[in-house]
DNA sequence: ATGGGGATTTAACAATATTTAACATGTAGC
DNA sequence: GCTACATGTTAAATATTGTTAAATCCCCAT
């Protein structure tokens, strides 16, 4: 059995290294992130097994980290650290689908017992974030920023990518406007939402090369790739 | 035999996660939701044999989360969990169709009991949540938002859909107005009520190619759609 | 630094979806 | 029949999304 990977972001240095030496002494992977945007970028280059997020870090807080993890990969199982036992907080921790809940001060081995309930509840569920997606006949590789058509090769933007790909880890759901566009434009702002429009145009007329996808208008909602067959 | 697949819904993090492993044990299939809101969405993108819900939940309580998930499924078993065995919960909770009720505290070899004697005069009769209905001479794709009579295509919104969906999956029975309100338009208000109103008429248009099926207005308690033949 | 050229945003206008309003009709209870 | 209230119907008012093109931004080669 291979290690599990953690993804780790607290912007507190010396619990964050401590918390980084006693996993791995625990015979864990893992990574320190000192914030929410630096915690995203490592998530976006790697692929972990789990995430534990503290709560108030500059940048970027633990719950819009966790909405954008959660964007790409539902299933990311994610841990809470939290320097209070607000009501509030929790709540809003398990309507994101916090799958656990540590408030600080904490015992590490409080939180490495939590660590494996977690995983053990989620293993096998784990959903890789993928960067290669078929869908129809169609293959979209995000990496390459290529959409390929049986032997059409069309080069997207980045935008163009950033958006399909959202749309791909979400087939046949609703992709959330508002978080697609805190996620890609970083701000659900009028112009951005209008920006985000025209670039579904783009990708309709992109896809619609085959019959059996579609993106469809949620309206108030968002936006959903659908696949027949 | 395949397993079956149990929706758990229970806010207390500590009794949902035993819940959870022990009916794993007893070889279900679960999902765990930690409250109302969640548990519908839960339920709405995975389908299930069983639903067993707390009733004092943050969000949305185990009753209303009933009354939803009897919409879309009638005949779902639910079983609840409850506090106290307070007279008022318990007719309300058989109001709604509860297939069986458990007081805190109980035992888990209770709780199997019940679920084994639950599924086991329900089996069968579990109807699952589709995406296509077919009725008269109508097929409905709700995914696609496409309502077909022969080779006419017809466009439907996202509103449209979601109505179309409640009556379908009530079929011959009634919709009720203020549970459809709550669950389309999240809120029963005088000004939903009416826009509802407007889809209703919508809806009939559509429909009235096919003289055998109809919209029904059942006077101060909702709609009904009938399909004769 | 400068200009070309693709990428992205902004703008303007069109088309749809949804809600609100106003008035008509129907139903139930008295 | 009369009243109160619920529903039917249609259209106007809003809000949201679609579409296209111009304006801006950004990067890179010169």
New interface residues.
Partial sequence: MTKKKLLIVEDDENLGQILKEYLEIKGFDTSLARDGEEGLSEFNSNSYDLCILDIMMPRKDGFTLAREIKLLNKEMPVIFLTAKSLKEDT?EG??I?AD??VTKPFSMEELLLRIQ?VLR?STGTTTEVKSTYTFGRFTFHYDQQLLLFGDEKQKLTSKESELLRLLCQNI??TLDRSAALKYIWKDDSYFNARSMDVYIAKLRKHLKKDDNI?I??????GFKL?S?N
Same sequence: chains 1, 2.
């Fill in positions: 709540i398990f309507k689908g656990d809940y309930a509840r046949n759901k579609q469809l208008t949620i309206h108030g909602e659908v027949l």
